[in-house]
């Protein structure tokens, strides 16, 4: 079926890094554009950042630019966010999702958890 | 980019509706036809309810509607069942390759 499973999340100490993992199945995933969206514990969603389907274009907020990089193998059907220099504030469940219409995310992942503390 | 306004809270007795707001700006919800809204349950991931203002995924009821005046968007869920209870976030394209979220909204069936 069509889905999005992340992996890679875990505690890290600040100032650490980590890299999260998204593998698409069921669907061509190289024709879409992708998104990681957080959500901190009990908060609300936030957009983090969003690599088009080729690989070519990415963008991301304010708060994780120079910080985080997003990628994608198209051959391996997987998406990637590589975090440098975490902060506590990046704690986080963090979520993949498919871009389906200007930002409308029609499938997300489970998410997985990251959590960072000394 | 500030967060889109919602009011944390919102209730119905079955059968009812419930209307949600979404206020932003000109420079997102009032500039763009791209308004989502999404609904969540608890420990779960978010779901799409409807996408670019008023338009619904395939699998979603019609007891969910969206619109959209001026730089406020809204959902209606009409005919409150006891599922619908869970946290509804809308979004919308922000300009420059920006995406916003609202600050969500818990709806309560009573």
């Known amino acids: 079926q069509v889905q999005l499973v992340e992996s890679g999340g875990g505690v890290v100490q600040p100032g650490r890094s980590l890299r999260l993992s998204c593998a698409a199945s069921?669907?061509?995933?190289?024709?879409?554009?992708i998104h990681w969206v957080r959500q901190a514990p009990g908060k609300g969603l936030e957009w983090v950042t969003i690599?088009?389907?080729?690989?070519?274009?990415?963008y991301y907020a304010d708060s994780v630019k120079g910080r985080f990089t997003i990628s994608r193998d198209n051959s391996k059907n997987t998406l990637y966010v590589q975090m440098n220099g975490l902060r506590t504030e990046d704690t986080a469940v963090y979520y993949c999702?498919?871009?389906?219409?200007?930002?409308?995310?029609?499938?997300w992942g489970q998410g997985t958890m990251v959590t960072v503390s000394s | 980019h500030s967060a889109l306004t919602q009011p944390p809270s919102a209730s119905g007795s079955p059968g009812q509706s419930v209307t949600i707001s979404c206020t932003g700006t000109s420079s997102d919800v009032g500039g763009y036809n791209y308004v989502s809204w999404y609904q969540q349950h608890p420990g779960k991931a978010p779901k799409l309810m409807i996408y670019e203002v008023t338009k619904r995924p395939s699998g979603v009821p019609d007891r969910f509607s969206g619109s959209k005046s001026g730089n406020t968007a809204s959902l209606t869920v009409s005919g409150l069942q006891a599922e619908d209870e869970a946290d509804y976030y809308c979004?919308?394209?922000?300009?420059?390759?920006?995406?916003?979220f609202g600050t969500g909204t818990q709806v309560s069936v009573l």
């Open positions: 690599i088009s389907y080729d690989g070519n274009i990415k």
């Open positions: 979004s919308s394209y922000a300009g420059s390759n920006n995406y916003v």
């Open positions: 069921g669907f061509t995933f190289s024709n879409y554009a």
């Open positions: 999702a498919r871009d389906v219409a200007g930002g409308a995310y029609d499938i």
